[in-house]
């Protein structure tokens, strides 16, 4: 039988090589110019590829004979997904690979930090004696912050446990049960700044997480605290993180990634209580074995005509099935990312109920795709209509669906109904006209389509409410698209959607909020 022909277009381990070379014929180029790589891909079936070569949409058109594209890492932001699922082709990567290397390297930076081991190897390597200048502190009995418990935070909180460290996290993606299961308790994200001895970052970066620890929450430290990010450069402020530094409100933090890569800002270099390493995060040899290993095995797997370990994106469907399924695809995951900004609570529960027509078809699809959106915020891994599941699962969430063939208000109906650590929570969507609308959220009948800026806010009803807060967008230069209100009865609960056309700044949301009446302001992007 015909081997089948790989292109490995970027360095990997040797044992991925030898992997691939057992079952196919390979080839490895790793310096094709874009123009190259596309001249080349069309007598390949499969693609390995790490974070440098764009996978782009031509590339992957000249790809006549492509099966599938493997990437030897976790992020998958260089292959253009949406057109290799177009064309069937499967993407895989290897998720798992570096998270003990990248938990290793926190704890690696908090041990550096507690016990000033560069600034002594250093002033020895001068030929300096300064013992008393570096008296440092044990980790035992002090409290460690997660922001975030995916994969690697989970890890890091199992190593710091072994040297009698105190637990606490912020993810509102993540169960009690599953917190509980780690030895770890749950707090807000004001809370654990306030409460922690070291805070490591173990997000993603989106535009909710972007700027997530700032000039605000760097003042809820205490000066004693240290700061870790081995997760996105982007999750902090780096000018904020310079000025807490240098004022002394803040004891030290190491930083793995940065904003800006590899062009770091010459101002953190200039920070003597900054301690900065290259992102070196998954740099170590088992990782890169790892992965290179994962994806070699699972293009194999592929090639072969099996289902790979890690796949990424979806498996071709029919033509009809998708032109059925993609507006309420659109729409389940509007609905996921809409709640998972709307709302903060931890998550224990998650049931997709579908009314109508959607009653009496296979909606696994859908529910996959409202627990991608709800959960792309949750974690460092991408995470799609293949993977959502056991990502929810990896996060102790309990997911069912239910079926009801009648509903009387829509022809379909998708209700995502969320039981949190202290009520319940409930947004319903159809698509009317092939746009997706958001028609209820808990006991409020409303409409408006998910996307773009939007001000959702709960009060208490009572007059002149909306003129406030028009008042307030105003002032702020922010133009109102669309305005949208829910309630009861005259005087009770309700809810308002507005549609905005201009940007929100924190100041202005902080003023909304703080209006008489306001319980909760919330700025949702999509």
């Known amino acids: 039988m015909t081997r089948k022909k790989v292109l ?38 499969g693609l390995i590829v790490r974070s440098a070569v764009q996978v782009t949409e031509e590339v992957l058109a000249a790809g006549e004979q492509l099966v599938v594209v493997g990437r030897a890492g ?79 935070g989970a890890a890091v909180a199992t190593r710091a446990q072994s040297f009698e460290m105190r637990i606490v996290a912020y993810d509102p993606f993540i169960s009690v049960d599953r917190a509980q299961q780690l030895n770890v308790r749950l707090l807000s994200l004001d809370e654990l700044l306030q409460t922690a001895d070291y805070v490591s970052l173990h997000a993603p970066a989106t535009e909710r997480t972007r700027g997530l620890i700032g000039a605000r929450e760097l003042a809820l430290l205490k000066p004693t605290a240290y700061l870790v990010n081995c997760a996105r450069g982007e999750l902090i ?14 004891a030290g933090a190491a930083l793995d990634v940065f904003s800006d ?39 194999v797997e592929v090639l072969a005509g099996h289902p790979p370990r890690y796949p990424v994106n979806l498996t071709a469907v029919s033509p009809e099935e998708m032109a059925f399924l993609q507006p309420y695809l659109d729409l389940a995951d509007r609905m ?34 409202a627990l991608a959106g709800l959960l ?31 509903d009387h208000a829509y022809s379909d109906l998708v209700t995502l109904r969320v039981q949190t650590t202290d009520r319940e ?3 319903g969507g159809t698509v009317m006209r092939g746009q997706p609308h958001i028609v209820r959220i808990d006991d409020f009948w409303i409409d408006f389509v998910p996307q773009g800026s939007l001000l959702v806010e709960e009060h208490s009803d009572e007059p ?21 209100l829910g309630r009861q009865e005259r005087g009770g609960p309700g809810i308002m959607v507005l549609g905005l056309d201009d940007p929100l700044t924190d100041g202005t949301l902080d003023a909304i909020a703080q209006t008489l009446g306001i319980q909760s302001a919330r700025h949702v992007q999509l």
Request: proline share 3%; charged share 20%.
């Open 261 to 299: 890569e590899p062009d770091v800002n010459p101002v953190l270099c200039a920070v003597d209580n900054l301690l900065l390493t290259p992102h070196l995060g998954a740099s170590t040899a088992e990782a890169q074995s790892g992965a290179a290993e994962d994806v070699a095995e699972q293009i």
């Open 376 to 406: 792309s915020e949750a974690g460092e891994e991408t995470v799609n209509l293949v993977n959502a599941r056991v990502v929810a699962r990896e996060r102790g969430l309990t997911v069912s669906e239910t079926h009801t063939p009648q």
């Open 74 to 152: 976790t992020g998958v932001d260089n292959i253009d997904l949406d057109a290799a699922t177009r064309r069937g082709i499967m993407v895989v990567n290897a998720p798992t690979s570096n998270t003990i290397a990248v938990a290793e390297h926190t704890m690696a930076l908090i041990l550096s930090l507690a016990r000033h081991v560069p600034t002594a190897n250093e002033t020895m390597h001068c030929g300096r004696w300064e013992k008393r200048a570096l008296m440092g502190t044990e980790l035992r009995g002090k409290t460690l912050g997660l922001v975030g418990l995916g994969r690697v």
């Open 425 to 427: 929570r409930l947004v």
């Open 464 to 484: 002149g409410l909306v003129g406030k807060i028009g008042t307030l967008l105003a002032e702020a230069g922010v133009s109102i698209s669309f305005v949208q």
């Open 237 to 250: 402020d780096e000018e904020a993180l310079v000025a807490a530094l240098g004022e002394g409100r803040l």
């Open 336 to 369: 996921g990312r809409f709640y998972a900004q709307f709302a903060v609570n931890n998550l224990k529960r998650l049931e997709l109920s579908y009314a109508g027509d959607l009653g009496q078809r296979d909606t696994s699809l859908i529910t996959a795709a």
């Open 8 to 45: 490995v277009a970027e360095s990997i381990a040797e044992a991925g090589i030898q992997r691939l070379r057992e079952d196919c014929e390979v080839t490895v180029a790793t310096k094709l110019s874009p123009a190259e790589l596309i001249a080349a891909i069309g007598e390949y079936h």
